[in-house]
Nanobody
C-alpha cells in the first residue's frame, strides 16, 4: 500500500504564509505526478498545483504568483509554499499522487492524502 502524510496546515492572517508538505511512502516504483487540490465547504475539490517527475508545473489561475510547488524526488515529498494568503484560500488541502508500483510498472495508481485544513482569517 501507499500512504500520503500531510503537514503544515493551520490558521493564518490574510497576507500571511504557510508551507504544506506531503510525504509518500510504501510500495512505490516511480512517482510520476504529485500535487495539491483543495475543497472549500460546500464546493467541489479543485486543482491547486501539480508537478511531474520532470518538473513540469501547472498552477490554478487563482494561485499563480502566490503559491509555489516543489518536490524532492529522493524523499518522495511535495511542498506547497503559500504566500499572500487570502480568505478565499480557506479550504481543506489534499495531497495527490499518481505513481507506479514495483509489481505493475506500466499501470498508474492514484492516491489522496487525508487533507489538512488551511484557514485564512483575521
Amino acid at each position: 500500500q501507499v500512504q500520503l502524510v500531510e503537514s503544515g496546515g493551520g490558521l493564518v492572517q490574510p497576507g500571511g504564509s504557510l508551507r504544506l508538505s506531503c510525504a509518500a511512502s510504501g510500495s512505490i516504483f516511480s512517482i510520476n505526478v504529485m500535487g495539491w487540490y483543495r475543497q472549500a465547504p460546500g464546493k467541489e475539490r479543485l486543482l491547486v498545483a501539480t508537478i511531474t517527475r520532470g518538473d513540469s508545473i501547472h498552477y490554478a489561475d487563482s494561485v499563480k504568483g502566490r503559491f509555489t510547488i516543489s518536490r524532492d524526488n529522493v524523499k518522495n515529498t511535495v511542498y506547497l509554499q503559500m504566500n499572500s494568503l487570502k480568505p478565499e484560500d480557506t479550504a481543506v488541502y489534499y495531497c495527490y499522487t499518481k505513481l507506479t508500483k514495483p509489481v505493475a510498472t506500466l499501470y498508474e495508481y492514484e492516491y489522496w492524502g487525508q487533507g489538512t485544513q488551511v484557514t485564512v482569517s483575521s
